[in-house]
């Protein structure tokens, strides 16, 4: 009886060991999956001249139509045709069927195009179709000589253009263009980079129209970017309808359940799911909506901080998510943001992917060398459309100069050369108290310029380590939270409804 009892323990034993080392290597960082070779991470390029070449040789080509689309293997996707039209999902895009239908939508998409009739028709429809969509994600769509693509609700997944002497060409860095068309200059970054007067503590962006390569256009939030012949046009498509206020009660059921869906969905793109965690209430109330869900997933928790600098405020935040994470039941992951080496195989690996900006090398490096590669990593970010970026909003006059002041507030917000560039980005996005449709400009200044500018950007930096994860990229949960009133908003109201769960 001894022996069989030592026997059973053992065999408990051994199956413990085999499932700790398959949770190892499910939970492998990005350079032992990649070993610094994944140049461009989950990149694209599209044009219309099918000799363009791939910046690996494991990248993908297709075609969309009259158009070339080379795609990293990595990078999800999936396409429907017709006789009429084409259709190429790029990344993770959700539906209202959720993880059961997300390898449909591309065929939804089709098929919304092929009720409509003629081509205005179906570009509405288009519109319609893809408001409601969710995730982090490029919609394509070819109809004879016309492509509209549209990005995901934040913009989270970049994409830029560039029309010149070898016709329109898209792609998800700007680099892919400039090699493209054999090189291109950067000198309005450089203006913004090197700008004394610009002071940024969190980090200098680039405002308007501005990209990391000169005359390379991007798509912003809430539009839709047409190509037809070597003609470009941005138009805004949503909001859609005026906006509507709801009682607390209403926005925060449909806020949470709409929060709890995409944690849902973002746990089905993965084996390994992890939220990036901080003391912060944005990514609390994910953790609080979706607490079922991550715990039935075996999620971790991850924490970045640069211990070499432990001053920092995020110090303490470390430990107080450390502490959350605990009281959730979940693993908490530390990550020391520490600074990458000049030398290292990872700073040649970003220079070459992000050779002209570099938004926060730092943090791409630690989640390189720490963070699971094959995981979706949610992030909260975007949380300031739902509660308030700026708590001075009484200037109702929407100006240029205005929107220069809740850029930067250093002197650079009074450089008549930045007013004029922020006056070319609201004329290109249609940016106008009667297209918003009673919807607070200051809102959706922060949503369509900041998170297509500086959040885009971040997220194709963490691309090259993880599967990014943006929670909050679904237009239901953010017209849910602002229907509330700002006074209920900056209260945060709907996460307030997650925390009682609707009962106070």
């Given amino acids: 009886m001894l022996h069989a009892l030592r026997a059973g323990r053992s065999r408990e034993h051994r199956r413990a060991l085999q499932a700790l080392e398959r949770r190892e290597r499910q939970l492998r960082p990005g350079y032992k999956v990649w070993g610094y070779k994944n140049v461009f991470a989950k990149g694209f390029l599209v044009t219309r001249d099918g000799t ?3 910046p690996r040789e494991s990248w993908q080509r297709s075609t969309l139509g009259p158009w070339h689309v080379l795609v990293d293997p990595e990078l999800e996707h999936s396409a429907a045709s017709s006789p009429s039209a084409a259709v190429l999902v790029l990344g993770q895009a959700f539906d209202d069927g959720g993880p059961r ?3 449909q939508v591309a065929e939804r998409i089709l098929r919304a195009v092929a009720r409509a009739d003629g081509v205005d028709a179906g570009t509405a429809a288009l519109d319609e179709a893809i408001s409601w969509l969710s995730g982090r994600y490029v919609v394509l769509v070819a109809r004879a000589d016309r492509l509209d693509v549209y990005t995901d609700p934040l913009a989270a997944r970049s994409v830029y253009w560039h029309a010149g002497s070898r016709g329109p060409a898209l792609a998800s860095h700007t680099e892919l263009l400039a090699r493209h068309v ?5 000198e309005r970054l450089r203006w913004i980079v090197e700008n ?9 962006w680039l405002p308007g129209l501005i990209t990391p390569h000169d005359e390379v256009g991007q798509v912003y939030a809430n539009g839709r970017l047409t190509v037809q012949g070597d003609v470009v046009t941005h138009e805004r498509f949503f909001p859609r309808e005026d906006r509507a206020e709801l009682s607390i009660a209403e926005a925060g059921e449909r806020f949470r359940d709409e ?11 993965a084996p390994v799911t992890v939220l990036s965690l901080t003391a912060g209430r944005d990514s609390r109330a994910v953790l609080e909506a979706g607490l079922v869900d991550l715990q039935r997933a075996n999620a971790l928790t991850m924490t970045y901080h640069p211990f070499h600098v432990a001053s920092k405020s995020t110090y303490q935040d470390f430990h107080a998510a450390a502490r959350l994470s605990a009281a959730a039941g979940l693993p908490h992951l530390g990550i020391d943001v520490a600074a990458m080496q000049p030398t290292s195989q990872m700073a040649s690996l ?4 992000f050779p002209t900006w570099q938004r926060y090398a730092n943090l791409a490096n630690a989640l390189y060398l720490h963070s699971p590669a094959r995981a979706s990593t949610i992030f909260g970010v975007g949380g300031a459309i739902i509660t308030g970026m700026w708590k001075d909003t009484t200037d109702r006059n929407l100006t240029p100069q205005l929107l220069a002041r809740k850029y930067t ?13 922020l006056e070319q980005w609201m004329a290109f996005t249609d940016f106008s108290a009667e297209r918003l449709r ?7 200044f922060h949503w369509e310029h900041r998170m297509t500018k500086w959040a885009g950007s971040g997220y194709s930096e963490y691309d090259l380590a993880t599967i990014p994860a943006p929670v909050l990229s679904s237009r239901r949960l953010l017209v849910a939270a602002l229907s509330l009133p700002k006074e209920q908003r900056v209260d945060a109201a709907v996460y307030r409804y997650i925390a009682t769960d609707g009962e106070a």
């Fill in 259 to 269: 929060l709890r869906a995409q944690v849902r969905n973002w746990i089905s793109v």
């Fill in 52 to 54: 363009a070449v791939p």
């Fill in 438 to 444: 009673g919807y607070d400009f200051y809102d959706f």
């Fill in 101 to 103: 239908t997300r390898a």
């Fill in 409 to 421: 507030d250093s002197e650079f917000a009074n450089d008549p050369d930045l007013h004029r560039e």
């Fill in 350 to 353: 970003y220079r070459e992917t």
């Fill in 182 to 186: 054999g090189g291109l200059s950067n």
């Fill in 196 to 204: 004394r007067d610009y002071r940024s503590p969190a980090g200098r």
